[in-house]
T-cell receptor
Framework: EDQVTQSPEALRLQEGESSSLNCSYTVSGLRGLFWYRQDPGKGPEFLFTLYSAGEEKEKERLKATLTKKESFLHITAPKPEDSATYLCAVGAHTGGFKTIFGAGTRLFVKA | NAGVTQTPKFQVLKTGQSMTLQCAQDMNHNSMYWYRQDPGMGLRLIYYSASEGTTDKGEVPNGYNVSRLNKREFSLRLESAAPSQTSVYFC?????????????FGEGSRLTVL
């Protein structure tokens, strides 16, 4: 069964305290690993796409990496404005294309 | 650039009532989707339309119907609302003719069914 699991469910950091969010997945016919950011009361906003193991993408304080079984979203020296829910999703090709989302990690960064 | 626009933003229904959620995108995307988001669960696909004139069921289609009115608009209808349909509904669009995952979302429609 195709599945995406994110951990931890919630993460509280002090400003400047670097950490990582995890996304583990089980999927047949992977067609990309995606990260989104979601602010309260808003729709998810696309951040990154990763297609193959070993690939890395960066944007400001965020860096996403991919292995064959999981992805990490590394947050370096976070600021309060990085507080949001981060969603991981995989594109799968099983009987047609579909996108499977994890439940998300809620990140709180305190000044 | 409005992107994906959903209406209404909030709605309260009584059990058995019907309603339609409207969605429009101005990015000339081929594919459009309806998701629901519930606490502790990931976004779950209700229906999608890979291109104008086609619609397909997603993971949780029961109790819903959709219409792809034209390339810009994709509506979701609840014929007889149930409390289990209390959720936040998101419309999304993407540029390709397949569900590739790089989705552009609206701001959501918050539905409560009493």
């Amino acid at each position: 069964e195709d599945q995406v699991t994110q951990s931890p469910e919630a993460l509280r950091l002090q400003e400047g305290e670097s950490s990582s969010l995890n996304c583990s997945y089980t999927v047949s016919g992977l067609r990309g690993l995606f990260w989104y950011r979601q602010d309260p009361g808003k729709g998810p906003e696309f951040l990154f796409t990763l297609y193959s193991a070993g690939e890395e993408k960066e944007k400001e304080r965020l860096k996403a990496t991919l292995t064959k079984k999981e992805s990490f979203l590394h947050i370096t020296a976070p600021k309060p404005e990085d507080s949001a829910t981060y969603l991981c999703a995989v594109g799968a090709h099983t009987g047609g294309f579909k996108t499977i989302f994890g439940a998300g990690t809620r990140l709180f960064v305190k000044a | 650039n409005a992107g994906v626009t959903q209406t209404p933003k909030f709605q309260v229904l009584k059990t058995g009532q019907s309603m339609t959620l409207q969605c429009a995108q101005d990015m000339n995307h081929n594919s459009m989707y309806w998701y629901r988001q519930d606490p502790g669960m990931g976004l779950r696909l209700i229906y999608y339309s890979a291109s104008e004139g086609t619609t397909d069921k997603g993971e949780v289609p029961n109790g819903y119907n959709v219409s792809r009115l034209n390339k810009r608009e994709f509506s979701l209808r609840l014929e007889s609302a149930a409390p289990s349909q209390t959720s936040v509904y998101f419309c999304a669009s993407s540029g390709g003719t397949t569900n590739t995952g790089e989705l552009f979302f609206g701001e959501g429609s918050r539905l409560t069914v009493l």
